[in-house]
Every structure is written in structure tokens, then in C-alpha cells.
């Protein structure tokens, strides 16, 4: 997982397994609670990487969704690559819940 924190006070956080699922979700949750925990309130997923993500994977961002709301804050999920992936996120809405760019 490759977090970075920018000096406007951003987090990117780019997995760099191609999967976000139940055998790594722990460590995906972890780099999220990490930048959740220093009080960053603006966050970035990139997902430029990650070519299937399962239920885990999914709750794992949706939880952490509701407690950066929780604190005014805000995420958001880019590069959105794989199709199998953007057409998980369309039949889940998930686009009504979190910000995703170029979907």
C-alpha cells in the first residue's frame, strides 16, 4: 500500500496489489485509518492498480466513507481503470455514495 500525504494536506493512497479482497483488506483498511488517525480529512483512493475488489474490499470504503463524513472531511476514488471494476462500483451506485472521478 503506498500512502502519500501532500503538503496541502491530501492523502493518497494507492493500493499496489491488484486486488482489494478479503486476503489484504485488513492492510487496506489500516493505511486508511492511518491518515484517518492524523486528522487528514481529505482523502484519495487511487485504484489505477487494482483490477477486482470483493465485498470486504467494498466495506472497507464505505465505512471509512462514513467516518471521514463523520468529520466534515472527504473521499474520493480515481482512475477507476479495470471495467469489471466500473461496472461493479454502476450496479452498486456506489457513485451516489462516494465521489468517483470520470464515472
Known sequence: MDVQILESGEAIITPQD????LTNAEEFK???MSVFNQ???RVVIDLQNVHNI?????GK????NKRIQEKNGSLTIKNVNNEHVR???RILRLPDIVKIEGM
Open 54 to 58: 470483493d465485498s470486504t474490499g467494498l
Open 39 to 41: 486528522g487528514i480529512s
Open 87 to 89: 461496472n461493479l462500483f
Open 18 to 21: 491488484d486486488k482489494i479482497m
Open 61 to 64: 470504503i464505505l465505512v471509512f
Open 30 to 32: 489500516k493505511a486508511l
